[in-house]
């Protein structure tokens, strides 16, 4: 059984800060390509940024230069680092494997006030 918790979220300022984590099962994380999901009301659910077993990164454009993925494979952990936040990345943010599996944790809500 898969199991993903995510957490960090809450309601900031535009131009603030949060950083998400994500704690998952063992075996699933140590060695899968991890990802950083949001979805905003009435949009598909898109990914953020995805991060390797080895630490290699890809963000999305729409995040570039202000969000910073990690993870700490000795705890299965990963990070989601958001600065200069704006209120379109209102969303509930969810981790997964990249590729995306049918696994999905609650998720955790982000909101950004202008």
């Known amino acids: 059984q898969v199991q993903l918790v995510e957490s960090g979220g809450g309601l900031v300022q535009a131009g603030g800060s949060l950083r998400l984590s994500c704690v998952a099962s063992?075996?699933?994380?140590?060695?899968?390509?991890m990802g950083w999901y949001r979805q905003a009301p009435g949009k598909q659910r898109e990914l953020v940024a995805s991060i390797t077993p080895n630490g290699s990164t890809n963000i999305a454009d729409s995040v570039k230069g202000r969000f910073t993925i990690s993870r700490d494979n000795d705890k299965n952990m990963m990070y989601l680092q958001m600065n200069s936040l704006k209120p379109e990345d209102t969303a509930v943010y969810y981790c997964?494997?990249?590729?995306?599996?049918?696994?999905w944790g609650q998720g955790t809500q982000v909101t950004v006030s202008s």
């Open positions: 997964n494997r990249f590729p995306r599996t049918a696994y």
């Open positions: 063992g075996n699933f994380f140590r060695v899968n390509a």
